[in-house]
Nanobody, 120 residues
Framework: VQLQASGGGSVQPGDSLRLSCAAS??????IAWFRQAPGKEREGVSC????????SYLESAKGRFTISRDNAKNTVYLQINSLKSEDTAVYYC????????????????WGQGTQVTVSS
């Protein structure tokens, strides 16, 4: 499975971004977004099940982040609203068969990452 993340950029606090993750194969895979800030561990931000019926979010992401998937386009989106400086990180999408998991070590496939920088 090949993953291509895009949509990052440099924005101001309070702005919004929509990240995209395009996958070469899609239907059997749960897709997650992780992020890693300089000097910090990689953390799971959100995940969506194969059908899209089940989603999960990092506690600090609830209410501002929305994950969705378009199976016809083999793409998962992460809408981020009200961006904060602490959201600055490289965002990665990752895939694993069937089920979401918060542990990044359990994901088999990774995209290359897209940088999100939030600064005034």
């Amino acid at each position: 499975v090949q993953l291509q993340a895009s949509g990052g950029g440099s924005v101001q606090p309070g702005d919004s971004l929509r990240l995209s993750c395009a996958a070469s194969r899609f239907s059997l895979y749960a897709i997650a977004w992780f992020r890693q800030a300089p000097g910090k561990e990689r953390e799971g931000v959100s995940c969506i099940s194969t059908s899209g019926d089940s989603t999960s979010y990092l506690e600090s992401a609830k209410g501002r982040f929305t994950i969705s998937r378009d199976n016809a386009k083999n793409t998962v989106y992460l809408q981020i609203n009200s961006l904060k400086s602490e959201d600055t990180a490289v965002y990665y999408c990752a895939a694993r068969k069937f089920w979401c998991n918060s542990r990044f070590q359990l994901y088999e496939y990774w995209g290359q990452g897209t940088q999100v920088t939030v600064s005034s």
